[in-house]
C-alpha cells in the first residue's frame, strides 16, 4: 500500500509532460525503436497482443527489460513463448498493462491500479523511489501515442493460485475452509469466478459463541451454514477502494454488506478489515476479525 510519493519521481513526469503530448509511436512501436524490450515485444507477439496494444487505449505499461525477463530461472521465458502456454503468457502480459494513462506523479500519489489481467497491482513510493509489486520503475513517463511506459526492473507475476489454494497457504482460515468443503461451496471457490471473499480468520470463528461452530458444520446445519458462507462473498473482484466508494454490496447470500471507513480502518457491517487486496487467479480475498452474520 502506498502512503507517501516520492519527489524525484513526480518530478521526472513534469520535466515530460510535454513529450506525452507530442509522441506519434504507439507503444508498440515505441518499446521496438528502444532496443531494451526485444523478450518483451517477443511475447507480446507470441501472446498475439499486438494489436491490442497498438489500439486506442489509453494503456500505461510497466515494461520489464530484457535483464528483467533473463532474471527469470533459466527455461522459464522460452517455455513461455511456448504456443501451448499461450493463456499463461498472457495472463502475465495484461498484468504489466493499466487500461488507463498515469503518469508518475498518479503512480507516486496512488496506492495501486487495476491491471488488463483483472488483478490489482500495488504501488509503492518512499525516497528510494516507486515500486510496482516489488519491482523498481527505473524510469518514468516514456511517451507513446495511446499511452505511456514505465521501465521496471523485474517481471512481474500475477496470483495462480485460486481462492481455495491462497486461503489454505495461508494457513489461518482452517475452518473457513472446512466449512466451505461441509457446505458444499469449496468447488465453487476454486471455479472461474470472479469473486470477492470477506475471509474470517480461525480467530473470528473462534470468537462466536461456545459451541456455534461446531453446531453449523453437522450436516443438518448445511443450509444455515451455506448462507452464511455465501454472505461473505460478492460475486465479481471488488477491490478495497472501490468497495469503500461503493458503500455496500450484495452478496452471494442475496443480502448486502455495508463497506465504510471509521478512523483507519476499513469496517464490512462490523467486522474490520486486517488486511485487504489478497490476489488470487479467481478473485480477490479480505482478511477480515469477524464473522459477519446476515440480518
Known sequence: MLFVSSTTFAADCQKKTH???????????????AGSFNTLVAAVKAAGLVDA????GPFTVFAPTDDAFAALPEGTVENLLKPENKDQLVAILTYHV?????????????????????QRLDFEANA????????????????????????????ILPAEKN????????????????????AGLAGALQG????????????AFAKLPAGTVESLLKPESKEKLAAILKYHVVPGRVYS?????????????????HIKHEGDAVKVNEAKVVKADINASNGVIHVIDTVILPQ
Do not use: R
Not at 496494444?53 to 486506442?56: A, P
Open 98 to 118: 493499466v487500461p488507463a494513462k498515469l503518469g508518475s506523479i498518479t503512480v507516486s500519489h496512488e496506492d495501486g491500479a487495476e491491471s488488463l489481467n483483472g
Open 163 to 182: 481462492i481455495v489454494e491462497v486461503a489454505d497457504s495461508a494457513g489461518t482460515f482452517n475452518t473457513l475452509l472446512t466449512a466451505a468443503k461441509e
Open 192 to 203: 472461474d469466478g470472479p469473486f470477492t471473499v470477506f475471509a474470517p480468520t480461525d480467530d
Open 241 to 257: 477502494d472501490t468497495a469503500v466508494s461503493a458503500g455496500q454490496a450484495e452478496t452471494l447470500e442475496g443480502k448486502s454488506v
Open 128 to 155: 528510494g523511489g516507486v515500486t510496482v509489486e516489488g519491482a523498481k520503475v527505473i524510469k518514468a513517463d516514456i511517451a507513446a501515442s495511446n499511452g505511456i511506459i514505465h521501465v521496471i526492473d523485474k517481471v
Open 19 to 33: 513529450q506525452v503530448a507530442k509522441a506519434e509511436m504507439d507503444i508498440v512501436d515505441t518499446a521496438v525503436s
Open 53 to 56: 496494444l497498438k489500439g486506442d
